[in-house]
């Protein structure tokens, strides 16, 4: 029997519709049909109630028209005209959100760091997309740009609420900062994924949403500063540990599982290959950790190729992203799309395919 | 009756760091005691924790919360910070 549908009034079409499908629709409905979605979950949930399976979050696609009917206009349609429009607010120490509005677009700069990294960090990402893939804003339509500095008190984390971006201050212990500019990179390029179609943040599909959001933090970086895949450290998050916390940064593509090594933190988890998976229910199927399998993947292939790694390997990553079109893709289904898209862009038979796929092999995962 | 917390997930997918946080409410003045206990009495906490499928956003952390209730049973809740209201965050912070 439909979980759903015990005890609740009987749908035909809700009873057949199994959780996996709720939770796609809860991504790429409407508005109504997502909070449909969301509610039946939430029922299906309360019938398996006790069970401790509780996840970080969704990635969630705004309304695309009707039901199923998404398209990734961000793809679709080339941005021509720059709609750069940020907002950056002031959480005061507390929870709720955005804040107290604190520099808008135009506005000179505020005199506070975090505000003021924020907003020209949100300037570096909103160009990346803007100019290397024609992408207007997170959306791919101008959305304003919210961001919230100094959320909580004392709070180790920055994230994508689905809206918007939320940085912490840190405790000055384990942390020192989060408006770093590949972590401002890393929460917004959640929000592109989550406006090209999504990818549920569980298991596979969960540690390529994070790895995305890891690649294009570290090429913001990269483009900022103007340097070539050789010439980087391809580290996520340098800078914002505590003075005292052995580590260089929270991620490596380049050496996954060496960012740090703490009595506080603990051994960076991370594996650079498939061989090292590593299967947990914690930490939403371990998103945050089997990334390292394809962040270590468009490293190699970077350093294969060379260059300026926002270009041709930044260019298949981010069409892959928007003809996916799978949001509960494992690690296989996104390597066989960079090869589909390279090959595409390139040509069976071009270097680029040539080196995409041994970077693939090399993680262990052949296409 | 005494809570303890911990946290898991965020941007490291470590949580918020640091050790698990014991509160003996019993050790809390008057009107936060009656704060903290109503807002983390057991069956507020299920409902809050059953209300938590389907969010949204990414890098979100974990509550994990078990209350010791007067009797001496124990309630295991693990509740998304993006299901909870900011007011108990807040009090979260303080606590
Ligand atoms: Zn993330």
Redesign the interface.
Known sequence: MCAICDGHARNPITCIVPPHM??VL?IRGSKKT?AM??SL??Q???VR?ER?????????LEEAGAMGGFVSTALSRAATQSNLDRAIHDGE?????PGKLLRKEGDPASGDAAVDEAYDGAGNVYRLYFEAFSRDSLDGNGMKLVQTVHH????????????QMVYGDG?G???QK?TELS?IG??MS?GV??FSGGLL?EGQSGAL??SF?DVFGALTVQRKLGLEAHETDWLV?KGILGPDIRGVA?RSMKAPGTAYSDA???QD?QPYHMDFFVNTT???G????NSGVPNHAFYLFAQYLGGKAWEKPGTIWYQTMQRLNNPVATFAQWAAQTVEVAIGLHGAGSLEVLFLKRAWKLVGLPV | MLIIISTSGGIGGTGLGGTEKRVETDSLDTPLREKVCDRFDPATLKTLAGSAAGLRGADRVVYHLTVIDGAGDRHRFDIPEAAMPANMLDMLDTL
């Open positions: 709720l939770e809860a997502a979605a969301r979950l939430d299906t949930r309360k109630h401790a399976e509780f996840r970080t979050g969704r990635a969630m120490g507390k929870a709720g959100l909580r008190r004392n709070y180790n984390n920055a994230f994508w609420n689905g809206e405790d212990e384990i942390f989060f972590v890393h929460e959640h994924v989550q943040y949403n994070e959001a998050g929270l506080l933190l603990g988890p914690g930490d939403s371990g998103v945050h950790i």
